[in-house]
């Protein structure tokens, strides 16, 4: 079983930076793709960011273009969102994710960790 576990989570004013990891551990294993969502208070959890493993392709939400970053460690165990200029609207929970096999769901989870963007 691969375990998640989200870090990097905080209050910052707007403008401000953060950078979230996301770490893998359990069996070793080369998803086909890792992820970032978030859920604010209310609605239902979006997608914000993700990369396919294998290669350099990143995709982001519209809202997210041009101020954060999906990136990877060379050993392939981390996934990182850099996230910058950050507005109030960004407050949420982000959850890390993979995708174990091309055409399936995101299937594994992380708990969250909460970023809260003060105005």
């Known amino acids: 079983q691969v375990q998640l576990r989200e870090s990097g989570g905080g209050v910052v004013q707007a403008g401000g930076s953060l950078r979230l990891s996301c770490a893998a551990s359990g069996r070793k294993y080369s998803p086909y793709a890792m992820g970032w969502f978030r859920q604010a208070p209310g609605t239902e959890r979006e997608f914000v960011a993700s990369?396919?493993?294998?290669?350099?392709?990143?995709r982001y939400a519209d809202s997210v273009k041009g101020r954060f970053t999906i990136s990877r460690d060379k050993a392939g165990d981390a996934v990182f969102l850099q996230m910058s200029s950050l507005k109030p609207e960004d407050t949420a929970t982000y959850y890390c994710t993979a995708k174990i096999i091309k055409g399936t769901t995101w299937s594994e989870w992380g708990q969250g960790t909460q970023v809260f963007v003060s105005s």
């Open positions: 990369m396919v493993w294998g290669g350099a392709s990143a």
